[in-house]
């Protein structure tokens, strides 16, 4: 099999499992006792916080341990709405995050926040003028704004600076959903000086169910888990030691891959969308061609549902995904293809590869050719006037 699907998740790197394993067998204790092997848990959650915190510039009294994205950007988000009050609270966000930022959103909106999810161009780039208006009328920094970082759909990298430095100027505090940019593209929060960052392991070879929040030195912060004071109070619940000394391993690959400048992701991803585009007509790359993350491919084809496709593809062992992941299967188009005014037939004929570093050129190439042949075969069954889910729906 060929796994493209790397903006879904991607597989351990062989150096990260094996830094997890003596965690998972005799190194079981509770980092919070005091006996040796207690003690040795400690220091390797410590480790772990000093490789997360320099693969974003932070420091380690910066990171706080979470059970993932999600967990991240929920403690984040209802700490905002808290701290800004719902009398006049404003929450401003973007039309294309990840449902892990929109649905709290949501929440805050139906208690009496004002929401404003702020457009995207058809490149699926901020709205930056539309933002500074959202910001300029939430009255005393009465509010917070959450804008993520790269787009897990488009893999569109999100004008960060600009729009926390728009935040900043009207005294809003600043969250980022980094999770699809952490690991991938350079994140530096020394140079964006955003208040609230959340990333996630599992997005750059480390495991499922472990992430972290950062939390600006000198920021008013509260946790959302309360219980035994771990991560000095701020996030409650037995360490995960095995996931957080992955997580930090997984952080230390990660730069070390960034350091040496390797472009061998993104060398892999352009040869196959310039595969695509000399091969198969009515195919079109989506995003802003000058705004992306190295490994992610999005595109669409003319005549052609990206249902059947998927089935096609998995037949030849090729995993991918149509959109996002959360929308495979389902055959409505996403909100960030309607975000950036994808009509109908677009949105539905649209693929989501992830190249990772664990693929290899040859395979991107094999994969350009499966998809040619599955595009071929489908718009075949489609001109016979058979519609492609019907035929190949199990
Ligand atoms: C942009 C973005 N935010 C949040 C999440 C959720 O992260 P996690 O799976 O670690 O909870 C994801 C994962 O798909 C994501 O891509």
């Known amino acids: 099999m060929i796994y493209l699907d790397a903006n879904a998740t991607t597989p351990l790197l062989p150096e990260v499992l094996e830094a997890m394993m003596p965690w998972l067998t005799g190194g079981f204790h509770n980092p919070n006792a005091s006996y040796r092997g207690a003690k040795a848990a400690r220091q390797a959650i410590d480790t772990a916080r000093e490789q997360v915190a320099a693969l974003i510039g932070a420091q380690p009294d910066e990171i706080v341990f979470t059970s993932g994205g999600t967990e991240s ?12 009050g719902r009398k006049s609270g404003r929450a401003i966000t973007s039309a294309i995050e990840h449902s892990a930022v ?36 939430a009255k005393d920094g009465g509010g917070f704004a959450s804008i993520m970082w790269a787009n897990n ?7 960060l600076a600009e729009a926390c430095a ?8 600043f969250h980022t959903d980094a999770i699809q940019a952490v690991g991938k593209i350079p994140v530096d929060v020394r140079e964006t000086p955003v208040d609230f960052l959340s990333l996630s392991a599992h997005k750059f070879h480390g495991p499922k169910g472990v992430g972290a929040l950062y939390v600006r030195s000198g920021c008013r912060f509260e946790p959302l888990l309360r219980g035994g004071g771990q991560e000095s109070g701020r996030r409650s619940g037995t360490e ?43 195919c079109e790359i989506n995003g802003d061609p000058d705004h992306r993350l190295p490994g992610t491919s999005h595109v669409s084809f003319e005549r052609c549902e990206a249902a059947g496709l998927l089935i096609l593809l998995d037949d030849m062992g090729i995993a991918c995904s149509a959109g996002s992941a959360c929308m495979t299967g389902k055959q409505q188009p996403s909100h960030v293809q309607k975000a950036m005014g994808f009509n109908d037939a677009k949105a539905k004929s649209s693929l989501r590869l992830g190249f990772s570093r664990l693929n290899t050129l040859e395979e991107a190439m094999q994969a350009a050719e499966a998809v040619l042949k599955a595009v071929e075969k489908l718009r075949r069954v489609q001109g016979s006037g058979v519609g492609p889910v019907t035929v190949y729906t199990p």
């Open 73 to 84: 950007t929920n403690t984040a988000l209802k700490w905002l709405a808290r701290l800004v």
């Open 102 to 137: 929109l649905k709290p959103c949501e929440t805050f909106e139906e208690v009496g926040y004002r929401l404003d999810r702020i457009g995207v161009n058809s490149l699926g780039r901020l709205d930056l003028d539309a933002l500074r208006a959202a910001c300029a009328s």
């Open 153 to 159: 759909e488009t893999g569109v990298i999100q004008p």
């Open 166 to 173: 728009i935040a900043k100027e009207h005294g809003l505090a």
């Open 240 to 282: 995960n030691t095995a996931g957080i000394v992955g997580f930090g391993k997984a952080a230390e690959l990660a730069k070390q891959l960034l350091d040496s400048g390797d472009q061998s992701i993104r060398t892999m991803r352009d040869a196959f969308e310039a595969k695509l585009l000399e091969t198969i007509t009515g």
